[in-house]
Protein backbone atom coordinates (compact mmCIF):
# COMPACT_ATOMS: atom_id res chain seq x y z
CA UNK A 1 0.00 0.00 0.00
CA UNK A 2 1.06 3.92 -1.06
CA UNK A 3 0.46 6.68 0.47
CA UNK A 4 1.12 9.88 -1.48
CA UNK A 5 1.57 12.88 0.38
CA UNK A 6 1.32 16.69 -1.24
CA UNK A 7 2.63 19.78 0.20
CA UNK A 8 5.23 22.67 -0.46
CA UNK A 9 8.89 22.73 0.64
CA UNK A 10 9.80 26.44 1.88
CA UNK A 11 12.57 28.48 1.05
CA UNK A 12 15.63 28.20 2.68
CA UNK A 13 15.57 32.28 3.21
CA UNK A 14 11.92 31.83 4.85
CA UNK A 15 13.10 29.26 7.95
CA UNK A 16 13.38 31.86 10.15
CA UNK A 17 9.44 32.62 9.97
CA UNK A 18 9.40 36.56 9.00
CA UNK A 19 8.08 35.95 5.07
CA UNK A 20 4.76 36.15 4.54
CA UNK A 21 2.63 32.77 4.46
CA UNK A 22 1.81 33.49 0.24
CA UNK A 23 5.61 34.17 -0.78
CA UNK A 24 7.69 31.75 0.46
CA UNK A 25 7.33 28.50 -0.85
CA UNK A 26 9.42 27.53 -3.94
CA UNK A 27 8.03 24.00 -5.41
CA UNK A 28 5.61 22.01 -5.03
CA UNK A 29 6.18 18.41 -3.95
CA UNK A 30 4.52 14.92 -3.81
CA UNK A 31 5.72 11.98 -1.82
CA UNK A 32 5.11 8.50 -1.79
CA UNK A 33 5.17 6.17 1.24
CA UNK A 34 5.52 2.58 1.36
CA UNK A 35 3.30 1.11 4.53
CA UNK A 36 5.16 -2.17 4.13
CA UNK A 37 8.63 -0.92 4.07
CA UNK A 38 8.15 2.39 5.96
CA UNK A 39 10.31 4.22 3.44
CA UNK A 40 9.28 7.85 1.75
CA UNK A 41 10.50 8.79 -1.15
CA UNK A 42 10.41 12.11 -3.33
CA UNK A 43 8.15 11.49 -6.47
CA UNK A 44 7.47 14.79 -7.91
CA UNK A 45 8.54 18.39 -7.74
CA UNK A 46 7.28 21.20 -9.73
CA UNK A 47 7.59 25.08 -10.13
CA UNK A 48 4.53 26.96 -11.41
CA UNK A 49 6.14 28.84 -14.50
CA UNK A 50 5.95 32.63 -14.71
CA UNK A 51 2.66 32.98 -17.07
CA UNK A 52 1.08 31.47 -13.72
CA UNK A 53 1.77 33.16 -11.56
CA UNK A 54 1.88 36.59 -9.94
CA UNK A 55 5.43 38.73 -10.43
CA UNK A 56 6.74 39.28 -6.91
CA UNK A 57 5.94 37.76 -3.64
CA UNK A 58 4.41 34.74 -5.32
CA UNK A 59 4.64 30.80 -3.46
CA UNK A 60 4.55 27.84 -4.66
CA UNK A 61 3.05 24.58 -3.53
CA UNK A 62 1.05 21.58 -4.11
CA UNK A 63 -2.21 21.98 -2.14
CA UNK A 64 -4.70 19.49 -1.77
CA UNK A 65 -5.86 16.55 -4.37
CA UNK A 66 -7.60 13.50 -5.23
CA UNK A 67 -6.83 10.01 -7.19
CA UNK A 68 -8.85 8.97 -9.53
CA UNK A 69 -8.73 5.87 -12.34
CA UNK A 70 -5.24 5.71 -11.69
CA UNK A 71 -4.57 9.48 -11.96
CA UNK A 72 -3.75 12.39 -9.46
CA UNK A 73 -5.70 15.09 -9.68
CA UNK A 74 -3.50 18.36 -7.54
CA UNK A 75 -3.63 22.05 -7.58
CA UNK A 76 -1.13 24.77 -6.91
CA UNK A 77 -2.00 27.90 -6.43
CA UNK A 78 -2.88 28.66 -9.62
CA UNK A 79 -3.09 25.25 -12.13
CA UNK A 80 -4.86 22.05 -11.77
CA UNK A 81 -2.23 19.08 -12.59
CA UNK A 82 -2.97 15.65 -13.74
CA UNK A 83 -0.48 12.93 -13.04
CA UNK A 84 -0.47 9.20 -14.16
CA UNK A 85 0.28 6.97 -11.44
CA UNK A 86 2.47 4.81 -10.37
CA UNK A 87 5.27 6.41 -12.35
CA UNK A 88 4.36 10.02 -11.55
CA UNK A 89 4.09 11.75 -15.22
CA UNK A 90 2.52 14.71 -15.92
CA UNK A 91 -0.02 13.99 -18.68
CA UNK A 92 -1.87 17.35 -18.30
CA UNK A 93 -2.34 21.08 -16.90
CA UNK A 94 -5.33 23.47 -16.30
CA UNK A 95 -5.02 26.79 -15.80
CA UNK A 96 -7.84 29.86 -15.55
CA UNK A 97 -7.69 33.46 -15.43
CA UNK A 98 -10.10 32.78 -12.35
CA UNK A 99 -7.93 30.38 -10.81
CA UNK A 100 -6.27 32.09 -7.36
CA UNK A 101 -4.82 30.22 -4.25
CA UNK A 102 -6.58 27.34 -5.60
CA UNK A 103 -6.89 24.57 -2.31
CA UNK A 104 -8.46 21.12 -3.89
CA UNK A 105 -9.93 19.08 -7.23
CA UNK A 106 -11.72 15.98 -7.23
CA UNK A 107 -12.69 14.05 -10.50
CA UNK A 108 -16.34 12.79 -11.06
CA UNK A 109 -18.00 11.95 -14.02
CA UNK A 110 -15.99 14.06 -16.59
CA UNK A 111 -15.77 17.21 -14.72
CA UNK A 112 -13.43 18.77 -11.89
CA UNK A 113 -14.80 20.51 -9.22
CA UNK A 114 -12.07 23.20 -7.93
CA UNK A 115 -11.97 24.91 -5.23
CA UNK A 116 -11.01 28.44 -6.08
CA UNK A 117 -10.10 29.93 -2.80
CA UNK A 118 -8.77 32.89 -3.49
CA UNK A 119 -12.65 34.10 -5.05
CA UNK A 120 -14.34 32.02 -2.63
CA UNK A 121 -15.68 30.01 -5.18
CA UNK A 122 -16.03 26.06 -6.41
CA UNK A 123 -16.00 25.65 -10.22
CA UNK A 124 -17.27 22.81 -11.77
CA UNK A 125 -14.84 22.38 -15.34
CA UNK A 126 -15.59 20.11 -18.28
CA UNK A 127 -13.05 18.13 -19.73
CA UNK A 128 -14.53 17.17 -22.87
CA UNK A 129 -15.83 20.90 -23.84
CA UNK A 130 -12.40 22.38 -21.90
CA UNK A 131 -14.03 25.25 -19.93
CA UNK A 132 -16.04 26.06 -16.96
CA UNK A 133 -19.92 24.93 -16.85
CA UNK A 134 -21.25 25.61 -13.51
CA UNK A 135 -19.85 27.76 -10.22
CA UNK A 136 -20.80 27.44 -6.79
CA UNK A 137 -20.36 30.72 -4.62
CA UNK A 138 -19.64 29.87 -1.15
CA UNK A 139 -20.42 33.51 0.31
CA UNK A 140 -23.70 33.58 -0.50
CA UNK A 141 -24.55 37.39 0.90
CA UNK A 142 -22.89 38.79 -2.55
CA UNK A 143 -23.09 37.45 -5.90
CA UNK A 144 -19.82 36.04 -6.77
CA UNK A 145 -19.60 38.49 -10.33
CA UNK A 146 -20.23 41.31 -8.16
CA UNK A 147 -17.03 41.24 -6.19
CA UNK A 148 -14.99 39.45 -8.83
CA UNK A 149 -14.09 40.43 -12.55
CA UNK A 150 -14.78 37.33 -14.81
CA UNK A 151 -12.53 38.80 -17.19
CA UNK A 152 -9.18 39.75 -14.94
CA UNK A 153 -6.49 37.44 -14.45
CA UNK A 154 -6.23 36.41 -10.65
CA UNK A 155 -3.28 34.18 -11.05
CA UNK A 156 -1.28 37.90 -11.00
CA UNK A 157 -2.94 38.46 -7.77
CA UNK A 158 -0.35 37.00 -5.12
CA UNK A 159 -3.64 37.01 -2.55
CA UNK A 160 -6.88 38.61 -2.37
CA UNK A 161 -7.06 38.05 1.27
CA UNK A 162 -8.70 38.29 3.60
CA UNK A 163 -11.49 35.44 1.89
CA UNK A 164 -15.06 36.21 3.47
CA UNK A 165 -15.86 32.06 3.84
CA UNK A 166 -12.22 30.79 2.32
CA UNK A 167 -14.05 27.62 0.97
CA UNK A 168 -10.97 24.30 1.78
CA UNK A 169 -12.58 21.13 0.53
CA UNK A 170 -15.22 19.92 -1.79
CA UNK A 171 -16.74 16.37 -2.27
CA UNK A 172 -19.10 15.03 -4.66
CA UNK A 173 -21.47 12.45 -4.18
CA UNK A 174 -25.22 11.46 -5.25
CA UNK A 175 -25.55 14.46 -7.37
CA UNK A 176 -24.83 16.93 -4.55
CA UNK A 177 -21.17 19.05 -4.18
CA UNK A 178 -20.58 19.30 -0.28
CA UNK A 179 -17.71 22.39 0.24
CA UNK A 180 -15.57 22.98 3.62
CA UNK A 181 -15.78 26.52 4.43
CA UNK A 182 -13.12 27.99 6.87
CA UNK A 183 -14.86 30.77 8.53
CA UNK A 184 -18.33 29.49 8.38
CA UNK A 185 -17.16 26.35 10.07
CA UNK A 186 -19.71 24.52 7.88
CA UNK A 187 -19.87 22.46 5.12
CA UNK A 188 -21.96 24.10 2.34
CA UNK A 189 -24.56 22.05 0.11
CA UNK A 190 -25.53 22.82 -3.34
CA UNK A 191 -26.96 20.08 -6.31
CA UNK A 192 -24.81 19.51 -9.40
CA UNK A 193 -27.02 22.10 -11.19
CA UNK A 194 -26.38 24.74 -9.22
CA UNK A 195 -29.62 24.71 -6.40
CA UNK A 196 -28.89 25.52 -3.18
CA UNK A 197 -30.23 22.51 -0.64
CA UNK A 198 -28.43 23.92 2.66
CA UNK A 199 -25.76 23.36 5.13
CA UNK A 200 -24.55 21.33 8.07
CA UNK A 201 -22.97 23.38 10.97
CA UNK A 202 -19.82 21.10 12.43
CA UNK A 203 -18.95 23.99 15.07
CA UNK A 204 -16.02 21.78 16.24
CA UNK A 205 -12.99 23.99 14.76
CA UNK A 206 -12.15 24.94 11.16
CA UNK A 207 -12.88 22.15 8.88
CA UNK A 208 -10.20 21.44 6.34
CA UNK A 209 -10.66 17.99 4.27
CA UNK A 210 -13.70 16.46 3.96
CA UNK A 211 -14.10 12.54 1.80
CA UNK A 212 -16.06 9.41 2.09
CA UNK A 213 -14.96 6.64 4.00
CA UNK A 214 -17.17 3.71 3.85
CA UNK A 215 -20.97 5.17 5.05
CA UNK A 216 -19.55 8.34 6.81
CA UNK A 217 -17.88 11.46 5.16
CA UNK A 218 -14.53 12.22 7.69
CA UNK A 219 -13.67 15.72 8.13
CA UNK A 220 -10.65 17.01 9.32
CA UNK A 221 -10.51 20.12 11.63
CA UNK A 222 -7.33 22.46 12.05
CA UNK A 223 -7.80 22.26 15.31
CA UNK A 224 -6.91 18.73 15.53
CA UNK A 225 -10.63 17.27 15.51
CA UNK A 226 -11.70 14.47 13.47
CA UNK A 227 -15.53 14.56 12.71
CA UNK A 228 -17.43 11.92 11.27
CA UNK A 229 -20.07 12.74 9.42
CA UNK A 230 -23.46 10.23 8.59
CA UNK A 231 -23.57 10.96 4.56
CA UNK A 232 -27.40 9.72 4.73
CA UNK A 233 -28.22 12.13 7.84
CA UNK A 234 -25.90 14.62 7.46
CA UNK A 235 -25.12 14.80 10.86
CA UNK A 236 -22.10 14.44 13.39
CA UNK A 237 -21.76 10.85 14.54
CA UNK A 238 -18.98 11.14 16.23
CA UNK A 239 -16.08 13.61 17.31
CA UNK A 240 -12.67 12.81 18.01
CA UNK A 241 -9.82 14.92 19.45
CA UNK A 242 -6.49 14.35 18.58
CA UNK A 243 -5.35 16.90 21.13
CA UNK A 244 -5.32 14.54 24.03
CA UNK A 245 -2.02 13.25 22.20
CA UNK A 246 -0.16 16.79 22.69
CA UNK A 247 2.51 17.26 25.09
CA UNK A 248 2.94 20.05 27.33
CA UNK A 249 0.08 22.04 26.10
CA UNK A 250 1.12 22.64 22.83
CA UNK A 251 0.00 22.92 19.39
CA UNK A 252 -0.15 20.09 16.75
CA UNK A 253 -0.19 22.37 14.14
CA UNK A 254 -2.51 22.74 11.11
CA UNK A 255 -4.41 19.66 10.93
CA UNK A 256 -5.48 18.77 7.59
CA UNK A 257 -4.95 15.67 5.07
CA UNK A 258 -6.58 12.36 5.96
CA UNK A 259 -6.94 8.77 5.05
CA UNK A 260 -7.29 5.26 6.39
CA UNK A 261 -5.27 2.26 5.11
CA UNK A 262 -4.94 -1.23 6.49
CA UNK A 263 -6.96 -0.22 9.90
CA UNK A 264 -4.77 2.54 10.26
CA UNK A 265 -5.82 6.00 10.23
CA UNK A 266 -3.26 8.63 8.69
CA UNK A 267 -3.48 12.48 9.79
CA UNK A 268 -1.16 15.52 8.05
CA UNK A 269 0.19 18.33 10.34
CA UNK A 270 2.35 21.06 9.50
CA UNK A 271 4.27 23.69 11.53
CA UNK A 272 2.59 26.82 12.27
CA UNK A 273 4.01 29.57 10.16
CA UNK A 274 3.34 33.30 10.27
CA UNK A 275 0.81 35.28 9.11
CA UNK A 276 -0.55 38.80 8.65
CA UNK A 277 -4.06 37.45 9.18
CA UNK A 278 -4.06 37.12 12.35
CA UNK A 279 -7.32 35.91 12.49
CA UNK A 280 -6.20 32.77 10.95
CA UNK A 281 -4.69 31.51 13.80
CA UNK A 282 -6.85 32.47 16.72
CA UNK A 283 -7.79 29.04 17.65
CA UNK A 284 -4.15 28.91 18.55
CA UNK A 285 -5.58 31.54 21.71
CA UNK A 286 -2.83 31.44 23.92
CA UNK A 287 -0.25 29.51 21.93
CA UNK A 288 0.16 32.40 19.52
CA UNK A 289 4.01 32.63 20.30
CA UNK A 290 6.96 31.89 18.33
CA UNK A 291 7.61 28.59 21.14
CA UNK A 292 4.51 27.10 20.13
CA UNK A 293 4.81 27.86 16.50
CA UNK A 294 8.29 26.46 16.41
CA UNK A 295 7.26 23.08 18.13
CA UNK A 296 5.58 20.84 16.63
CA UNK A 297 7.03 19.65 12.99
CA UNK A 298 5.50 18.98 9.76
CA UNK A 299 4.62 14.77 9.58
CA UNK A 300 1.69 12.50 9.31
CA UNK A 301 0.97 10.99 12.49
CA UNK A 302 -0.40 7.43 12.36
CA UNK A 303 -3.14 6.27 14.45
CA UNK A 304 -4.53 2.68 15.21
CA UNK A 305 -8.10 2.25 14.20
CA UNK A 306 -9.83 4.09 17.25
CA UNK A 307 -7.25 6.24 17.26
CA UNK A 308 -6.42 5.29 21.16
CA UNK A 309 -2.93 5.46 20.32
CA UNK A 310 0.19 6.70 18.04
CA UNK A 311 1.47 3.80 15.81
CA UNK A 312 4.30 5.72 14.12
CA UNK A 313 5.41 9.04 12.56
CA UNK A 314 5.84 10.03 9.20
CA UNK A 315 8.78 12.81 9.80
CA UNK A 316 8.29 15.12 6.91
CA UNK A 317 10.20 18.22 7.10
CA UNK A 318 13.79 16.39 7.51
CA UNK A 319 12.90 14.96 3.82
CA UNK A 320 12.33 18.69 2.43
CA UNK A 321 7.92 18.84 3.04
CA UNK A 322 7.21 21.93 4.86
CA UNK A 323 3.86 21.94 4.71
CA UNK A 324 1.29 18.81 3.86
CA UNK A 325 -2.41 19.27 2.56
CA UNK A 326 -3.40 15.78 1.19
CA UNK A 327 -3.02 12.42 2.27
CA UNK A 328 -4.08 10.15 -0.24
CA UNK A 329 -4.32 6.66 -0.40
CA UNK A 330 -3.33 4.53 -3.62
Known amino acids: MKIIISGGRQSKSSLS?????????????????DTNSKKIEEKFTYETPERHRAEKDYSISFKSGSIF????????????LIISLPNY???????????????????????????????????????IKKKVSNHYNCFRDIDTWDRFDKHKDYRKLNTTKPH????????????????????????????????YLGNIKLDNGIPHDGSIFGREFIYTTVTGKILKVDIEKEKINKIIDLNKF????????????????????????SRIRPTKFIENIKWLGSKITDKYKLKMPTRVEIYDSEFSKIIDTIELERVGLNWVFSVLKY
Not at 23 to 32: A, D, H, L, P, Q
Not at 247 to 269: H, I, K, Q
Open 246 to 269: AEDDSSLGWCRGYTTAENLNYVGF
Open 164 to 195: FSHPNHVTVHNNKVYITRYKQEDVLIYEKDGK
Open 69 to 80: NNKLYVTTLTEI
Open 89 to 127: KLIDKISLNLFNDLHHVVYDSNFLYVVVTGLDLVLQYDL
Open 17 to 33: YFNKEWSNGVSGIIFEY
